[in-house]
């Protein structure tokens, strides 16, 4: 009971520590870039997410019968600063699902993409961009314990987008740079097994400009 009690207890301040370090980082590389900008707007976004963690192709070739296995979704804000060149900087709250045969990886996250981009045809656009990720919650069934590598990580957003006056839609494609394991631990504490984290999506987003 003491060894579980301690893991808790670092679990806790290490995700405190990462989730200020988070809202820094996001600071330090909006705030420039927003400040030397003359053209801004800002809205709300929301959307579907089809997720696989770790291996999406494999994840849709096994999930062809059932589409809806690992549909999830996100809501958040988003800034525009620039016209046909473009910063957009983003922050979402996102759920996720991973179906598996053992059960299921549900994921509570806060993403952050950084994107840039650029008008290639009237109101369509190109856009990409690293997005951080800090990691609010997991859950795997039938596990006491689900414990992420790391809260925080890095991966990439690339998609095109439509924009019509306040209205836009936009679909994407997120990745992980590195792999994130989350181990899951059996009753007596031993780790048992673990699985990729990394995002690995395909993200379909309704904006609505304020």
Known sequence: MN????????????SLVNKKLFLVLICAMVTPLAIAQNSHSFGLKGGLNYNANGDYFESISANAENPDRNIGYHIGVYGKFGNSLYF????V???TKSDYDS???????????LLVGIKI??????????????????DFEDTNIDMVANDISVGLN?????????????????????????????????????????????????????
Request: net charge negative; glycine share 10%.
């Open 121 to 138: 045809l009237g109101p369509l656009s190109v856009f990409g961009g690293p997005a951080l990720q800090y990691i609010l919650d997991s």
């Open 103 to 113: 059960g299921n990886f549900d994921m509570q996250k806060l993403d952050a993409p």
């Open 158 to 210: 690339f998609g095109i987008g439509l924009n019509l006056n306040k209205l836009g839609i936009d679909l994407r494609y997120e990745r992980g740079f590195s792999e994130n394991e989350a181990s899951f631990l059996s009753n007596n504490g031993i780790d048992n097994s673990s699985l990729d984290t990394r995002p690995d999506q395909l993200i379909l987003s309704l904006s609505v400009g304020l």
């Open 88 to 91: 957009r900087p983003e922050l």
């Open 93 to 95: 709250y996102t759920k």
């Open 3 to 14: 060894y579980l009690k301690n893991i808790h207890e670092a679990m806790n301040i290490n």
